[in-house]
């Protein structure tokens, strides 16, 4: 890909991206709803409603970004991470032979809010996901892909 086609990718990508939470958003209140954890070993996500409702997401683990250090970190790369959740998230390497852009190879390196707003699309994209959800934890957001709702 070259320069103008990445960008083409990038533009295509926040329009589906957008597309996708609209959707989500119709079905489920995820702008009115709290970040009630995850579950590494059984992969899902809770969110509790305003109406104190849960909705159970399966997720893959996208990436964390440190707002303070300005990093990004793959959730394949994070050894924080369960193994089966980073295996989840390591076909994110397969957009480094589709982009030509090694950063999909490299577990962590220096990224503002704008660069980490591209990789999030791109990844969400590249999963086929149903949304994504950013949980701020502090200085630390993490952000994951919502592959399907397990309960509703």
Do not use: C
């Not at 086929?128 to 200085?139: C, P, Q, S, T, V």
């Amino acid at each position: 890909m070259n320069d103008r086609e990445f960008r083409e990718y990038i533009e295509e990508s926040y329009r589906w991206l957008e597309e996708r939470q609209q959707a989500l958003q119709q079905d489920y209140p995820l702008a009115q709803s709290r970040f009630g954890g995850f579950d590494q070993a059984s992969g899902t996500l809770q969110l509790i409603t305003s109406g104190q409702e849960e909705l159970l997401f399966r997720y893959i683990q996208i990436a964390s970004w440190s707002k303070a250090k300005q990093t990004f970190m793959w959730g394949w790369g994070n050894q924080t991470v369960d193994e089966e959740r980073r295996n989840d998230s390591a076909r994110l390497k397969e957009l480094a032979a589709k982009t030509a852009l090694d950063l999909f190879e490299k577990p962590v390196f220096v990224a503002d809010p704008e660069m980490t707003r591209e990789m999030i699309t791109l990844a969400a994209r590249h999963l086929d996901a149903k949304g994504i959800y950013r949980a701020e934890l502090g200085e630390l957001y993490i952000f994951f892909a919502l592959m399907e709702v397990t309960n509703s």
